[in-house]
């Protein structure tokens, strides 16, 4: 491990992916939450999870338009099979095993999707280390993540049920179940992506975001709440970005030629400067500086934005037909189970604490676990079966009123 958090390898894991293969008959037999699983995807209805897309990976062999008829035969077909990886899909308009029997196969729901990869934030970590798994050190950029995405799409579109996921290794998916964003539209899908993507380009780029002179109120809100905070605490204090050579040129490269030259020549001439104070010193000398100029855009935000805000691979969100791997499923490279996240302990949650294939064996031979609900997976699948518990509360909800409404519409025909 580095200074900074930034594994190469977990050595906590010491599993080969034979050893990971091997284990996954006895994890879908015993861990693997067949019922929490289907009760989520099914919404309470066979019809619906029969018209579900779900793929599966096996030995490297990818199997698409598998559907599952009932709890039973999802679980039959798990167990036996033991997937290396299971990828959830759409709901289309016919069962996806008649997928080349009909000429109108289409998707009609899917919830909206997020995933992001630690990868991506390789340029604005201060360690030259690339991150291959998620530590609690590395963490803090994830949570951040999802603490703003869930803002934005909780406050700007009004959704309510959303799931966060931790991959297994180095990434977060996002699951908007709400009965509304189910039925979305590709061209709404995208336009959702686009608002919320802020920070492009690649590694190399100077500035990856184009921000207004003044923020929108509502990167406002997370600006201000989420972001700057964080950025000022993990990075400039805890990472001590201003002290590395690499993202002192990077920062520098933000600001008026003026105030580079300035700060340059400053920090040269320190003897015990710290990341901090010319962190501030930036803030005091920017502010002086644009109180001269009209409209002047703050590249103070450009860099805590590109630091900080989350970075979207949006074209997993645009199109419904996409798929998205499993939650509970197994990570191949690491053996740990892909897990909810509890979006209140969010910024508490330890990746290297999640259960893996081993570690569940281990509990059945040291006190003999029997299931999920005597493990380590218990409090996992609880933060699942509460979350089905009110998506499908809301949807009988909404399916109820719909009804109420065409019913009225009927009697006024």
């Given at each position: 491990?580095?200074?900074?958090?930034?594994?190469?390898?977990?050595?906590?894991?010491?599993?080969?992916?034979?050893?990971?293969?091997?284990?996954?008959?006895?994890?879908?037999?015993?861990?693997?939450?067949?019922?929490s699983m289907y009760n989520w995807l099914s919404y309470g209805d066979d019809e619906y999870l029969s018209?579900?897309?779900?793929?599966?990976?096996?030995?490297?062999?990818?199997?698409?338009?598998?559907?599952?008829?009932?709890?039973?035969?999802?679980?039959?077909?798990?167990i036996k099979s033991r997937p290396d990886k299971i990828d959830i899909g759409a709901v289309y308009n016919t069962s996806p095993a008649n997928h080349?029997?009909?000429?109108?196969?289409?998707?009609?729901?899917?919830?909206?999707?997020?995933?992001?990869?630690?990868?991506?934030?390789?340029?604005?970590?201060?360690?030259?280390?690339?991150?291959?798994?998620?530590?609690?050190?590395?963490?803090?950029?994830?949570?951040?993540?999802?603490?703003?995405?869930d803002d934005l799409l909780r406050n700007d579109f009004g959704f309510e049920h959303i799931m966060w996921v931790f991959s297994g290794r180095r990434g977060i998916h996002g699951w908007v179940c709400d009965r509304a964003a189910r039925q979305l539209p590709n061209s709404a899908r995208s336009a959702i992506a686009e608002y919320l993507q802020v920070v492009t380009g690649h590694d190399g780029s100077a500035n990856k975001v184009n921000l207004k002179n003044t923020l929108h109120p509502s990167l406002k809100r997370v600006y201000d709440n989420i972001l700057h905070p964080m950025f000022l605490q993990y990075f400039v204090e805890e990472q001590q970005l201003l002290m590395d050579p690499k993202h002192i040129e990077n920062i520098l490269k933000f600001f008026p030629e003026e105030i580079r030259n300035n700060a340059q020549?400053?920090?040269?001439?320190?003897?015990?400067?710290?990341?901090?104070?010319?962190?501030?010193?930036?803030?005091?000398?920017?502010?002086?500086?644009?109180?001269?100029?009209?409209?002047?855009?703050?590249?103070?935000?450009?860099?805590?934005?590109?630091?900080?805000?989350?970075?979207?691979?949006?074209?997993?969100?645009?199109?419904?037909?996409?798929?998205?791997?499993?939650?509970?499923?197994?990570h191949p490279g690491t053996g740990r189970v892909c897990v909810p996240?509890?979006?209140?302990?969010?910024?508490?949650?330890?990746?290297?604490?999640?259960?893996?294939?081993?570690?569940?064996?281990?509990?059945?031979?040291?006190?003999?676990?029997?299931?999920?609900?005597?493990?380590?997976?218990?409090p996992y699948v609880k933060i699942l079966d509460e979350f089905v518990k009110k998506t499908h509360l809301d949807d009988q909800r909404s399916k109820a009123a719909e009804r109420k409404l065409k019913s009225q519409s009927d009697l006024d025909f």
């Amino acid at each position: 491990m580095t200074d900074n958090g930034m594994d190469v390898e977990d050595e906590s894991l010491n599993l080969s992916p034979s050893e990971i293969k091997l284990s996954l008959d006895l994890y879908y037999k015993k861990f693997f939450p067949h019922q929490s699983m289907y009760n989520w995807l099914s919404y309470g209805d066979d019809e619906y999870l029969s018209r579900r897309e779900f793929s599966t990976t096996m030995d490297d062999i990818y199997i698409r338009y598998k559907t599952f008829s009932n709890v039973d035969g999802m679980k039959t077909d798990i167990i036996k099979s033991r997937p290396d990886k299971i990828d959830i899909g759409a709901v289309y308009n016919t069962s996806p095993a008649n997928h080349t029997k009909v000429s109108n196969f289409a998707p009609q729901e899917k919830e909206l999707v997020f995933d992001i990869d630690a990868t991506d934030y390789s340029d604005v970590f201060v360690s030259t280390e690339k991150t291959s798994f998620i530590t609690s050190l590395t963490w803090p950029l994830m949570s951040v993540a999802i603490q703003v995405l869930d803002d934005l799409l909780r406050n700007d579109f009004g959704f309510e049920h959303i799931m966060w996921v931790f991959s297994g290794r180095r990434g977060i998916h996002g699951w908007v179940c709400d009965r509304a964003a189910r039925q979305l539209p590709n061209s709404a899908r995208s336009a959702i992506a686009e608002y919320l993507q802020v920070v492009t380009g690649h590694d190399g780029s100077a500035n990856k975001v184009n921000l207004k002179n003044t923020l929108h109120p509502s990167l406002k809100r997370v600006y201000d709440n989420i972001l700057h905070p964080m950025f000022l605490q993990y990075f400039v204090e805890e990472q001590q970005l201003l002290m590395d050579p690499k993202h002192i040129e990077n920062i520098l490269k933000f600001f008026p030629e003026e105030i580079r030259n300035n700060a340059q020549e400053s920090w040269e001439g320190e003897k015990n400067g710290n990341s901090m104070d010319r962190w501030l010193s930036l803030e005091t000398t920017f502010k002086n500086y644009s109180a001269k100029k009209r409209n002047w855009k703050n590249p103070l935000h450009d860099i805590v934005f590109t630091y900080t805000y989350p970075r979207l691979d949006i074209n997993v969100s645009k199109q419904m037909n996409h798929l998205l791997k499993s939650p509970f499923v197994i990570h191949p490279g690491t053996g740990r189970v892909c897990v909810p996240i509890d979006i209140k302990n969010v910024t508490s949650f330890q990746p290297e604490k999640v259960p893996t294939v081993a570690t569940l064996r281990e509990e059945i031979d040291r006190k003999g676990a029997e299931n999920f609900s005597s493990s380590l997976m218990q409090p996992y699948v609880k933060i699942l079966d509460e979350f089905v518990k009110k998506t499908h509360l809301d949807d009988q909800r909404s399916k109820a009123a719909e009804r109420k409404l065409k019913s009225q519409s009927d009697l006024d025909f």
